[in-house]
Structure formats: structure tokens, C-alpha cells
């Protein structure tokens, strides 16, 4: 995979807006960052400015839901045209909403699609276009089904970088949170396909907390995807450059990072932000340290409040023994 898919931050929806995406990028030059999906037919025809993001959030990727592909061309051509520097496909979120959508995960069952779609991205723009999918949907789930899959989408298609989520999706009967967490991973089957297809880049999501596992996926893969740890322990990531991509940056303390982030906070406030809004990405800085739940309380109770700011984030920040922050 190009550098930076080397270790990404999965697309969250509700959760990797643009506030969460400046708040990684203050962690980790390298990793890549995911917008939450957003549909063609926000982009296309919604009110608002669905592409926004800032500068420093490179290098990011946008991801689409849909499955018209005239309407994906013009969304990847938008976004190259902003700057986005990889535009991915969503093949994996099980949600009955994005069924009704005719996108997510459903489309497993309709390679040849998928591969018209892939197809007429890749002849409007020059970033790459890749696809993150699951290793099965519902009864169809062997590994046959897989690699038909990924072989007509990246022949037909011309995708040469797949993400799998290392779980099938069952497209009825589980919420999307019981499809993150029922269906067994099955990382092994993605060491596979890496092996079929060795001139395809393939990277790992799913059920991955640590970068020591994120270093034993590398021996097999060409890329890992971290999800909800990363949103929930998002220190996580101050070492990334360092254990992943090899450079020799300090490490940022967490006091450190909180700081850096008031220009911004400011800025955002002065636009007619909420506090609340942008802190919520944050209360999991110092996850399972001493101070770390009076961090969270006193945020949670006052960030929301009329007027609250940077003040808040100082309080809290007092809760933390100054000797742990390291």
C-alpha cells in the first residue's frame, strides 16, 4: 500500500468528523485519516459542505456510501479536486439504512457493481480509489466468495488496495455494534488473500487494540486498520510514527497534545462551535491512568455548558498528577 495506509484510522461514522480527525493529526504525522461515510446523496444534493476539513488532516481519505457510479464519479472527482488524497468505497457497514441505501455491506452479493463503480472513479480522477469490505456476508461466506470477489473487483474494476474487515456481516438480525463484536474474526482469511493475490495491497481491520498486533498483521499484510481503540484510547496513536512508520520524533505528552489543540478549539468556538462538540474525541486521552475518570466527569459535565471553553480543558487537566503525564 502507498505510505500512509500503512496504519489508518477506520471511517467512523458519528464519530471521525473533522474535530476528531485535527485531534489524531496532533498525534501522528503518518497515519491515514478517515472521514466518516458520507453518501452521494449528501454530497450531490444535500445543503452544507459535506467535504470540508482542514488542511492539516493530511494525508485523508474520503469515504463514499453509494452504488450509482456516474453519481461516485462526480463525488471522487469532487474530492480530488478538494485535495482528499484517497477516495474508498464502502463495502462493509451492515446498518439496515445503508441497506435501504443499496450500499454497505449488501454490495459483497454484487461484485460485478462494485467493479462499474471502482471502474468509473479510477477514469475521473488520479488519487488511488479503494475499497473496504468484509470477508463475507450472511450464509456467503467461503472463502470461494471472498475471491471472487476481490478478483472481479480489482480485474474488472481495477482496485489494487482492498481493506478487509476480518468479520462477515450479517446483513439482518444484528445491530451494526453486534456486527462489530458477534461475528468471529477471521484474520488468517485475509493473510490469505494477500497470498492469492500478491500484486494487490491488503490491510486488516477489526477487533486490532495495540501496535504490537498491528506490527505482527504487517509480517503478513501490506496494512492495518485501527478502529474504536483508537477512538477510545486515542493516546494510542503518539507512538505510531515512531513503532510503524520509523521516524525518531519525540512522543508527545497527552498535556501536550490538549494544548496544542486550543488554537483550534478558539478558532472553532469563534465560528459558533461547541465546546462539547470538539472535547468529546478527547475524553479518552488518558484512558486508564490515575485522574483519567475526574478527566472525563468534569468534561462531560461542563463542556456543554453556554459559553464553556478552553477553561474547561485546563480544570480537567488538572485532575491528572502531573507526574503521570508521560
Known amino acids: 500500500m502507498y505510505h500512509a495506509s500503512r496504519l489508518s484510522v477506520a471511517p467512523m461514522l458519528d464519530w471521525t468528523d473533522r474535530h476528531c480527525r485535527y485531534f489524531h493529526r496532533l498525534m501522528t504525522t503518518q497515519t491515514l485519516l478517515y472521514t466518516e461515510m458520507i453518501t452521494t446523496g449528501a454530497i450531490i444534493h444535500g445543503k452544507g459542505d459535506f ?23 462526480t463525488c471522487a472527482k469532487l474530492a480530488e479536486e478538494r485535495g482528499y488524497d484517497e477516495v474508498n468505497l464502502n463495502v462493509g457497514c451492515p446498518s439496515d439504512r445503508v ?11 454484487e461484485p460485478e457493481l462494485v467493479a462499474e463503480c471502482i471502474a468509473a472513479m479510477k477514469a475521473v480522477v488520479s488519487i488511488p480509489v479503494t475499497v473496504k469490505t468484509r470477508i463475507g456476508i450472511d450464509d456467503q461466506d467461503s472463502y470461494e466468495f471472498l475471491t471472487r470477489f476481490v478478483s472481479l473487483v480489482s480485474e474488472q474494476g481495477g482496485c489494487k488496495d482492498f481493506t478487509i474487515h476480518a468479520r462477515k456481516a450479517w446483513l439482518s438480525g444484528l445491530s451494526p455494534k453486534e456486527n462489530r ?23 486488516v481491520n477489526g477487533g486490532i487494540k495495540s501496535l504490537e498486533e498491528s506490527l505482527e498483521h504487517l509480517t503478513h499484510l501490506d496494512g492495518v486498520m485501527i478502529g474504536r481503540e483508537a477512538y477510545q484510547n486515542p493516546y ?13 520524533t519525540p512522543v508527545k505528552k497527552r498535556s501536550q497534545v490538549v494544548r496544542e489543540m486550543y488554537p ?10 461547541y465546546l462539547g462538540h470538539i472535547s468529546r474525541h478527547m475524553i479518552g486521552l488518558f484512558q486508564a491512568m490515575p485522574g483519567a475518570r475526574q478527566w472525563r466527569r468534569y468534561i462531560s459535565e461542563n463542556a456543554h455548558k453556554k459559553g464553556a471553553g478552553l477553561e474547561v480543558l485546563e480544570a480537567a487537566l488538572a485532575k491528572i498528577p502531573k507526574e503521570l503525564d508521560v
Open 236 to 248: 494510542i496513536l503518539a507512538e505510531v510514527d515512531q513503532k510503524i512508520f520509523g521516524l525518531e
Open 99 to 109: 441497506q435501504n441505501g443499496r450500499f454497505g455491506a449488501c454490495l459483497m452479493g
Open 264 to 273: 483550534y478549539i478558539e478558532e472553532q468556538l469563534s465560528k459558533g462551535a
Open 181 to 203: 463484536e458477534i461475528p468471529p474474526l477471521d484474520y488468517p482469511r485475509a493473510y490469505q488473500i494477500k497470498q492469492d493475490f500478491p500484486h494487490l495491497n491488503i490491510g
Open 51 to 73: 467535504l470540508a476539513y482542514n488542511q492539516t488532516e493530511h494525508p485523508v481519505a474520503l469515504q463514499l456510501g453509494g452504488s450509482n457510479p456516474a453519481d461516485l464519479a
